[in-house]
């Protein structure tokens, strides 16, 4: 090994840090008069053994991705490892790494705040940590946590500081994404919650035997329940229309009645939507099982809807359910009850539906017509 | 006056749930408030509130069929108009210009809510314009 070790003259070589052990142990080999070989030779095994240590240093703080900083106060300098440089969105070596150039990169509504935590572990215990964003030149933005602490002299005079940051950007995301899931729970469940209290006083009010106001109540609230366990199993989850029909008769028990007839293409509803049309055709339904067609053997509905695609606007679902063949009774309850104020009110209301539910002589007849934002003409 | 304790104050209501904004309404009628609206949509209740001369104080739900209110909130902010939020949403979820509004959870208890409207009501000045108003700092 030919490799030239400059030795000063009190046997120190340069490369080594001073003070440290290598360089003590060669000051005893000059001090015991050992040949300049020998301790040239010793230099190198230092060295090879410093170099080693420092490089398994880079690599941790490389595989660790750690930005490393070390601020000199004095000379205002600093030295910024690679990963700094990548942090703030500088190529490595692009700038002189100093203090404006890193609060370059603070985003704008950190900045105050990062530097007031800067400021505060100067004048306090010298310890720094700091979550913060890193605004980059082409956009992005980086949360990073920031620690560092502040080395003083004598008189407690800062002189140094030396730290490291982080990206935390994932961690942070996630937080956000929780805390929104948990306000959207919240909303929905108090939502819900005071839905069905509502349709709980609305059914006691219209009146009538008990027995027949829980009927009716668990029945809405079977119905609202079956499009929310859909709707909650994925929150962009679509529910097919026909499906929504045929749970409805399922649940009333007409699962597959002859006097029933469903026929048009697939439509997806969203859940908002399901929930109301669903809430609409379970009025409708159980209006026909206790006063329409499906209390008398030879009458028939015939539930049909087709898509209209209009040019420039959402397309439209146009529902129909007629029924045919029910004798004219004087007593039609849904006239006034919730059901039919849902359908004529609740449906233009909430869904910008229009609406038109009648009861002619044969029974009843429900026209819906719908806006369908979500489908692409 | 003790059954009609909102005789005459102009209450905007604000709620995209048919069957909620129904019930609120109904039970302010009942109370002697004049009902404006209700209004299910954003866009419906800024044309509203730029329309109406006159509003006494707003009953306001924050998502409207997963659109925030605060557009429609700001305006009346800026208008003086009293509000209460209707909401499953904590403080922390709104943004900093509306946590000191006062916030009526759902489900929202109406006999409170029209004691709340009320007790506004009654703290304005007789013909005059100026209210107090749960007015955040900005």
Redesign the interface.
């Known amino acids: 090994m030919q490799q030239q070790v400059p030795v000063v003259e009190d046997g120190i070589a340069e490369g080594l840090v001073s003070g440290s052990p290598a360089v003590a142990r060669l000051r005893g080999l000059a001090r015991s008069g050992a040949s300049g070989e020998r301790i040239v030779q010793q230099a190198e095994v230092e060295l090879a053994a410093q170099r080693e240590s420092e490089e398994r240093l880079r690599s941790a703080v490389e595989a660790g991705q750690l930005a490393l900083w070390e601020w000199n106060l004095d000379s205002g300098e600093m030295h910024w490892s690679d990963e700094n440089y990548r942090m703030l969105g500088y190529p490595i070596g692009a700038v002189e790494p100093n203090y404006h150039a890193w609060a370059d990169r603070l985003h704008p509504e950190d900045r105050a705040g990062t530097e007031a935590a800067i400021r505060a572990a100067l004048n306090g215990d010298g310890k720094y940590r700091h979550e913060y964003r890193i605004l980059r030149p082409d956009g992005t933005i980086l949360w990073t946590l920031g620690r560092g602490s502040f080395s003083y002299d004598r008189v407690r005079r800062p002189v140094r500081m030396i730290g490291a940051m982080i990206d935390i950007t994932d961690r942070r995301n996630a937080e956000a994404s929780r ?1 929104m899931l948990i ?1 959207e729970l ?6 819900i ?3 069905v ?3 709980f ?2 059914t006691v009010e219209a009146g009538g035997a008990i027995d027949d106001i829980a009927l009716h109540f668990t029945g809405r609230l079977d119905a609202l329940a079956r499009t929310h366990v859909i709707a909650t199993r994925n929150p962009g989850a679509t529910l097919d229309l026909e499906n929504l029909l045929r749970e409805e008769l399922l649940a009333a028990g007409f699962a597959s009645d002859p006097r029933v007839t469903l026929y048009g293409p697939d439509v997806p509803l969203d859940s ?1 939507s399901a929930e ?1 049309i669903g809430l609409a055709l379970h009025e409708l339904t159980t209006n026909a099982v206790k006063y329409g067609a499906l209390n008398f053997p030879n009458a028939r509905i015939e539930i049909s809807w087709v898509v209209n695609l209009r040019y420039g606007c959402d397309p439209q679902l146009i529902l129909t359910w007629r029924e045919q063949g029910v004798p004219i009774v004087e007593v039609l309850p849904v006239h006034q009850g919730f059901g039919s104020e ?1 359908i004529r ?2 449906l233009p ?2 869904l910008g539906a229009e609406t038109e539910l009648v009861f002619t002589g044969g029974g009843a007849r429900c026209t819906i017509s719908l806006p369908l934002p979500g489908i692409p003409a | 006056m003790v059954d009609a304790p909102l005789h005459g104050c102009r209450v905007l209501v604000i709620e995209d749930e048919f069957l909620l904004a129904d019930e609120l309404a109904d039970a302010l009628r009942d109370a002697g408030a004049m009902v404006l609206g209700p209004v299910g949509t954003v866009q419906h209740a800024i044309d509203l509130i730029r329309a109406e001369a006159r509003i006494d104080c707003a009953v306001v739900d924050v998502n409207l069929g997963g659109e925030m209110v605060f557009p429609a909130a700001e305006l009346l902010q800026t208008r003086g108009i009293p509000f209460f939020f209707t909401t499953g949403y904590d403080a922390s979820a709104l943004p900093p210009s509306f946590r000191t509004v006062l916030r009526c959870e759902k489900p929202v208890d109406l006999r409170r809510l029209q004691q709340a409207i009320s007790a506004m009501h009654s703290d304005r000045p007789e013909g005059g314009t100026v209210m107090r108003v749960p007015t955040p700092n900005r």
């Open positions: 805390s306000g919240q909303h929905r469940v108090r939502n919650l005071a839905v209290r509502s349709i006083a609305r908002k109301i849902f009110e609740g209301y909430r």
